[in-house]
């Protein structure tokens, strides 16, 4: 009998404490006690997200200096996965993260699946090519092959060019370095790219030239969450009280004009 209640109590003992890792895996609890936030992002998105290949392998950009700055002042702990940005809202909708921060626009059919923050970063389309292919304007996609970010926003309006001129062909790439090399290998003759995320192209390629698809109409970026995520109003707060102080301005000078660099 003896024995048998030793057994008994080992494993409760056993049971206990598998408990207590179960429930701490489940609320993502860091060392210092914090709640862990998962993020997702595909770090091909210059300068919103990207591997800093000269000096690590960080990722590094303008999202994730914002991410930075909102966990903490929440008080997670940040987590930061890589992924193909296609993959993001189902990485979402199954609970592999918490949030997404990848320079994402709220459009209809993503807001039918996830909740948006409000807008942090307004941007426009731009239409990429080298410079040898004399494509000016949208007339002169007619018949070309144009390059895009699979999943992306991009994506959605080259499918509305193709309604709307004759012969387009839409080629999708996982990463945006892909369709840049793409354009300089001539496999396709454009593509549609944020235009915040060309420049650093541009200063590095002489050859290629752009121009803006959508002028009169900008593009938001927003972070996405679950549906009915309590974090959507936290968030929101942090993102106004960035704008209020001038941290986001900061931010957006520090990455689109500096080229990451604080002054």
């Not at 992306?152 to 369709?179: N, T």
């Not at 109003?233 to 301005?249: A, L, P, T, V, Y």
Request: hydrophobic share 35%.
């Amino acid at each position: 009998m003896k024995k048998f209640a030793l057994i008994l109590s080992i494993m409760a003992t056993m049971v206990v404490l598998a408990a207590c890792g179960s429930s701490e895996a489940a609320n993502g609890e860091g060392e210092d006690g914090k709640k862990t936030l998962v993020m997702g992002t595909s770090a091909d998105y210059k300068p919103f997200e990207f591997i800093d290949t000269a000096n690590s392998d960080e990722i590094v950009g303008f999202d994730i200096d914002i991410a930075k700055h909102i966990t903490e002042e929440l008080g997670y702990e940040l987590k930061i996965e890589n992924m193909d940005f296609s993959g993001l809202i189902a990485a979402l909708n199954s609970n592999k993260v918490d949030f997404v921060f990848a320079g994402m626009s709220p459009n209809e059919k993503r807001e039918k699946q996830v909740d948006f923050s409000d807008i942090y970063y307004e941007a426009h389309n731009a239409v990429v090519s080298m410079e040898d292919t004399s494509i000016e304007e949208l007339s002169d996609l007619q018949g070309k092959k144009i390059g895009v970010q699979l999943g992306s926003i991009q994506e959605g309006k080259a499918k509305e060019l193709q309604e709307e001129y004759e012969g387009i062909e839409v080629i999708q790439r996982d990463l945006i370095p892909q369709l840049v090399e793409e354009l300089k290998t001539g496999r396709i003759d454009a593509a549609i790219i944020e235009d915040s995320v060309t420049s650093g192209y541009l200063e590095k390629n002489e050859k290629l030239t752009q121009f803006i698809l959508d002028p009169n109409t900008s593009k938001g970026s927003a972070a996405a969450f679950p549906d009915d995520s309590e974090l959507v109003e936290e968030f929101n707060e942090e993102i106004e009280k960035m704008k209020e102080s001038g941290k986001m301005d900061e931010l957006i000078k520090k990455w689109f004009e500096n080229g990451g660099k604080s002054e």
